[in-house]
């Protein structure tokens, strides 16, 4: 036990002399560099040692990636397993897969939850500072879909000015994308057609295997064409380049043997794209990379971009620009809207749902019974999904509406019950008083019950609102660009999370504390009267 | 004006009220006494429709209340609660309204009266009952026997034909009762009608223009109060009267 201890913390502290050491070759080796002059890392020698390859991926990106078996629920299928277990035996090793959260993967990757992340990764600028790439193992067309009746559209970038387009998050199709289109956010693959169909887009931008599956089977949606090309690689740790030079080599050895063409074969998406793998060089894996073509006598030097790349310009970590702590701020205007609005319906509505089930006819007492038990019982991320997309066909709101309408509904159910514990609190003889006055219920209710009720719920009222704040993040799945939303996609530019991660951090803080304070007060005031 | 016509009342098997019949007249203060359990505060609630009954009936002037719940008897209901004001043994002010809006409140929003009317009826009211110096105060700020006081006021401000009293001296502290006694005196001597559930014997004997004894569920005696006090009929009023 003492023993190998020991030998992890040796291996560790080996390994973080070749992470921190040096610092460079982990980037210049990305572009292929020659390791002659390298010294080991040891991220090779631990693989072999485990006798494992974690590699990462999400099991819900679906097929043909990496997907749940229909014939063996549980197992997993897809072009990734096959190409995994492929480079797993050319390293004399096993291959594991390990489920992550696909928007987490780098952090994932660099936290050493695995090894390499292997899942439709998709070379793009801000990930060539993260992580190591591989050449590619497949290469696909960012291609461009519309609905059928929409003749606007060409398959030409600059004619999408002032569209608006659906991709996903931080993919490739939202690089092609930026500064030509107002770009439409989403997490997963089917929203985005489904939204195009519904109108609430003018098209989507996605990889040419996506739209195959979600796209093309929509009869409303027609493919107006390809924009650009896009590589699926391998990516690793900057520090593990034992492992990634392997892996490179292995990947050589799968292609040139037409392993990987059976591998693409089998899952029906191998096509005359792939044919370049084939004879792909260092000077292909730069330009993949960003990087300036190598000049002579220059190996491995960080290039520029190349010409007409918008945008970032370093692939290093930079800081934020005044600009984007603008959008940040806007970002959070974004979230305190969408919660005051929720919240200004969730009261109202709360306290009727209260009245109702404490003072209702009985059958209306049990509609707001099985309101309540009904939004407490389900996910609100669930709810919005339903409100958003299930309903589509049936009413088209707009992602604000949806989203205010959504959490308003939802806490609605929360109100009802603390308003109701705060009715309930209120002494049965402040009631009676009042009716012995002659007033009727209702009025005894508004003038009496009410307003001592609210002040002994206001403490979980504004316990709430802190949280709706927090919740309001969830509205991102329905392409809402709120602050949290605001931070994830900073924190791909800046590639750095710490910095934006604070500030947002700071922003939902600034907006809850003074809400907290304030409450405090009313509460104090109330409790003296 | 308040008649009670072979009134019962039972809460599961247990009857609380069996048979009652009787009539209050105006201007006449007419004491309830009798054991704990004996009935008195029931027959006071069912008076103003806090609590509903079996069978029989309760006519206030025309207004008539029969057995069944608040909905059918709604509109004689509130018609009967504006006319029969109602002080309870726990005060019950309304905890977010300070002595003057507590008794301006059912002026205004039941009968209709200007805010500014009502004030100034408010607070003459509050100097009839010794605290036109408490008006901003908050219930928990005042003592038991000020709040009694309020309470009174606040029926008072509705101008009701007759004031029915729920034991209200009994959650005071013994040095709180007199204030609160000495109001309804005063109260007794303008001719105001009144109902009072009391344990007061003093009280009832001198305010008083008649006292029943309610035992069982029934009135067992009914009479001026001396004779009541003094010559029982019954032998359970001699044994509550403690003259065994």
């Known amino acids: ?529 | 004006m308040i008649t009670i016509d072979k009134l019962q009342k039972k809460f599961g098997d247990r009857v609380v009220l069996s048979d009652i019949s009787v009539t209050f007249e105006k201007g006449k203060v007419v004491s309830l006494i009798g054991p704990s359990g004996g009935g008195k505060s029931t027959l006071l609630r069912c008076v103003n429709g806090l609590e509903t009954f079996d069978a029989g009936s309760i006519t206030v002037d025309d207004l008539k209340l029969e057995p069944g719940d608040a909905k059918k008897n709604k509109h004689a209901l509130l018609a009967i609660r504006q006319r029969v004001g109602m002080v309870f043994q726990q005060w019950n002010l309304f905890s977010h309204r300070t002595a003057l809006g507590n008794v301006m409140e059912a002026p205004v929003h039941v009968k209709g009266v200007s805010p500014a009317q009502a004030t100034e009826r408010a607070k003459a009211l509050l100097d009839r009952v010794g605290l036109s110096h408490r008006m901003g105060a908050y219930p928990h700020e005042m003592s038991g026997g000020e709040q009694q006081r309020v309470a009174i006021a606040r029926a008072l401000a509705m101008d009701p034909e007759a004031l029915l009293l729920d034991e209200p001296t009994s959650a005071l502290d013994p040095e709180r009762v007199g204030e609160v006694l000495d109001v309804l005196r005063k109260l007794a001597k303008e001719g105001q009608t009144m109902l009072v559930v009391t344990h007061e014997m003093r009280f009832a004997r001198e305010a008083s223009h008649r006292t029943l004894v309610l035992h069982g569920g029934a009135i067992i005696e009914d009479g001026p109060p001396e004779q009541v006090m003094d010559h029982p009929t019954h032998e359970r009023t001699r044994a509550f009267l403690g003259k065994g």
Request: hydrophobic share 45%; charged share 20%.
């Open chain 1, 1 to 529: 036990m003492g023993l190998a201890a020991c030998m992890a913390v040796a291996a560790i502290a080996v390994q973080s002399c070749g992470g921190n050491g040096s610092g460079a070759p982990g980037r210049d080796a990305g572009a292929a560099a020659p390791s002659g002059a390298r010294r080991p890392d040891g991220s090779l020698a631990r693989v072999r040692a485990a006798g494992v390859l974690r590699w990462g991926g999400d099991v819900q990106g679906g097929a043909p990636y990496v997907y749940d078996d229909p014939d063996h629920p549980g197992q997993n299928k897809g072009f990734e397993v096959d190409l995994a277990i492929a480079l797993a035996r050319e390293l004399g090793v096993r291959a594991e897969f390990v489920q992550n959260d696909w928007s987490a993967l780098v952090p994932s990757l660099e936290r050493n939850t695995f090894d390499v992340i292997l899942n439709g990764f998709e070379v793009t600028r801000p990930r060539v500072g993260r992580v190591r790439f591989s050449p590619p193992y497949y290469v696909f067309a960012a291609r461009l879909m519309a609905r059928r009746d929409d003749a606007r559209i060409r398959a030409d970038v600059n004619s999408l000015r002032g569209m608006r387009i659906g991709t996903l998050t931080n993919s490739f199709s939202e690089e092609v994308l930026k500064g030509h289109a107002e770009i439409v956010g989403y997490e997963g693959t089917e929203e985005p057609y489904a939204d195009c169909v519904a109108g609430r887009t003018d098209g989507v931008l996605l990889d040419d295997i996506i739209a195959t599956i979600y796209g093309v089977p929509k009869p409303e949606l027609r493919v107006v064409g390809d924009l650009a090309d896009g590589f699926y690689a391998i990516a690793g740790r900057p520090a593990d380049e034992d492992l990634g030079v392997a892996l490179d080599a292995a990947l050589a050895r799968i292609i040139a043997s037409g392993e990987l063409e059976r591998i693409l074969k089998r899952e029906n998406i191998y096509n005359d794209r792939q044919l370049g793998l084939r004879t792909w060089s260092a000077d292909d894996q730069r330009r993949m990379l960003g990087l300036s073509p190598a000049a002579p006598g220059q190996t491995g030097a960080l290039g520029g971009p190349p010409p007409g790349a918008a945008g970032v310009s370093s692939t290093a970590p930079h800081r934020m620009t005044l600009g984007q702590v603008w959008m940040f701020i806007q970002g959070a205007g974004i979230t305190l809207l969408l919660s005051i609005l929720a919240m200004g319906l969730a009261v109202p509505l709360g306290l009727a749902l209260a009245v109702s089930r404490l003072y209702g006819p009985k059958f209306v007492a049990r509609l707001a019974d099985l309101y309540v038990e009904f939004y407490r019982g389900t996910p609100v991320l669930l709810q919005l999904y339903v409100l958003y997309y299930g309903l589509a066909s049936i009413i088209r709101l707009d992602a604000v509406t949806a989203a205010v309408l959504g959490l308003g509904m939802n806490y609605a159910a929360y109100e009802a019950e603390v308003y109701r514990a705060g009715i309930q609190a209120v002494p049965k003889g402040q009631l009676e008083a009042a009716l012995s006055l002659g007033m009727t219920t209702p009025l005894a209710l508004r003038r009496v019950v009410l307003p001592q009720a609210f002040r002994l719920a206001l403490p979980s009222v504004t316990n709430d609102f802190i949280a709706l704040l927090k919740d309001s993040s969830l509205v991102s799945v329905i392409t809402v660009v709120e602050l949290t939303k605001r931070m994830t996609i900073v924190a791909v530019d800046t590639r750095s999370y710490v910095v934006p991660g604070l500030l947002c951090a700071f922003l939902y803080f600034a907006m809850s504390y003074p809400l907290s304070i304030l409450a405090k007060r009313l509460e104090e005031r109330l409790a003296r009267s």
